[in-house]
């Protein structure tokens, strides 16, 4: 079945610095990934959507120049966060699809910004 | 807006006790309606799904059923097993935009099972 890998799984960074996450579909080409962000004991929150080759499409509230993503081929995207804060800390989870087909969730990131 | 909400967890239960986790919607239109779960230190995984009203999703003795007039889709199992230990995710997802996929979740439940 579909494959997605993230890394790292889990990541400690000082505050100012910038950390980059990693999506990866290993068995299949994914035009389409969505990366999503949990706070503790609430939901998974859509923070952008991205498709190969063209430029992310933000949520609302979700800032492109904190959060950059790129989806530079079909089978890998990046998450940077730049410049993170301690509120940056967070669950980062990424999940890929290829057309219609459901996606396909990663096994999340945990950064935490000291 | 689109909305889930589930039950408030932890939930414990003994192995081979009845299971129930509420979940209610609000949406616009006739969205699909999906339970995922999430084992210890894994992503989330697809348990089953139903994508139009009375459907019935069914997946490794779990059940949910899709109802409009209560805008619920409550997951339940008849007797839990210890590796059913997961947090489990409803959601939705609204109709198909153009193929765009829009995932809602509620926050989770935490499912313990003892032996």
């Known amino acids: 079945g579909a494959v997605v890998s993230q890394h790292p799984s889990w990541v400690i960074c000082k505050s100012g610095t910038s950390v980059k996450i990693e999506c990866r579909s290993l068995?299949?080409?994914?035009?389409?990934m969505f990366w999503y962000r949990q706070f503790p004991k609430q939901s998974l929150m859509l923070m952008a959507t991205s498709n190969e080759g063209s430029k992310a499409t933000y949520e609302q509230g979700v800032e492109k120049d904190k959060f950059l993503i790129n989806h530079a081929s079909l089978t890998l995207s990046t998450l940077t966060v730049t410049s993170a804060h301690p509120e940056d800390s967070s669950f980062y989870i990424c999940s890929a699809k290829r057309g219609q087909a459901l996606s396909t969730f990663g096994s999340g990131t945990r950064l935490t910004v000291v | 807006g689109n909305s889930v909400t589930q039950m408030e967890g932890p939930v414990t239960l003994s192995e081979e006790a009845f299971l129930t986790i509420n979940c209610t919607y609000t949406a616009t239109g006739y969205p699909s309606l999906f339970w995922y779960v999430q084992y210890p230190g894994e992503g989330l995984q697809l348990l089953l799904k139903?994508?139009?009203?009375?459907d019935k999703g069914s997946n490794k003795g779990f059940e949910a059923t899709y109802r409009k007039e209560t805008t619920s889709f409550h997951l339940e199992k008849g007797s839990v097993q210890v590796s059913d230990s997961a947090v489990y995710f409803c959601a939705l997802n609204k109709a198909w935009e153009g193929g765009s996929e829009k995932l809602v979740f509620g926050k989770g439940t935490k499912l313990t099972v003892n032996p």
């Open positions: 139903a994508t139009k009203a009375d």
């Open positions: 068995d299949f080409q994914a035009t389409t």
